[in-house]
């Protein structure tokens, strides 16, 4: 790897660990061991370098939405869902730091058009590919899980002891749409 790359690898674990407002570039610098000037080098600021990990990670976050899918679209639908809700948690518990500076950049987009931008483009890519789990076409279905998932990332960064299991989750959808349809 190359220091711009030491950079962003840094910046991300920055992220996690101390989150976009109390990361500072002597943080960065210390993690990459790089030099002061590189960030402003390579990046033009500490602004940029975080908001350009910030797009990195809510890419890899993406990508492992795309792999807790699961790979055969045949057996029973809710047994597809919370084959997906748990492969989705194992990667919570398995990449947690990436997660962690996901939560931030949900949080930083509002401030940032080019994160923002690119959260939404991700979400769109997510959305398209929960509609193939869910088999629906349209955005209402995939939308809903997508919340889901959001709120679930959410949970897991804040209290993973207490966030629902997979089978929660599962159940919980069952009940939901058991309500929707009955008009209980």
Not at 19 to 42: F, P
Not at 69 to 80: A, I, Y
Not at 157 to 177: E, F, K, N
Request: proline share 3%; net charge negative.
């Amino acid at each position: 790897m190359g220091v711009p790359e030491d950079l962003l690898v840094a910046a991300k674990q920055c992220l996690a660990e101390r989150g976009y407002a109390h990361t500072t570039v002597r943080d960065i610098i210390a993690v990459s061991g790089s030099n002061l000037a590189a960030i402003n080098y390579h990046f033009r600021s500490k602004d940029a370098l975080l908001n350009r990990a910030m797009i990195e990670a809510t890419d890899e976050a993406v990508q492992e939405v795309f792999k807790a899918l699961p790979e055969s679209s045949h057996g029973e639908q809710s047994e597809r869902l919370e084959a997906f809700w748990a492969a989705l948690i194992d990667s919570f518990r398995e990449k947690r730091a990436l997660w962690l500076a996901n939560v931030d950049t949900l949080a930083q987009a509002p401030h940032s058009p080019e994160v923002r931008e690119q959260l939404a483009d991700g979400q769109a890519r997510a959305r398209a590919e929960l509609g193939r789990l869910l088999q629906q076409e349209g955005d209402e279905a995939s939308g809903v899980l997508l919340t889901l998932l959001i709120g679930m990332l959410v949970q897991w960064a804040v209290d993973p002891d207490h966030a629902p299991t997979a089978h929660d989750l599962s159940q919980g959808m069952r009940v939901i749409a058991t309500a929707a349809t009955t008009g209980d």
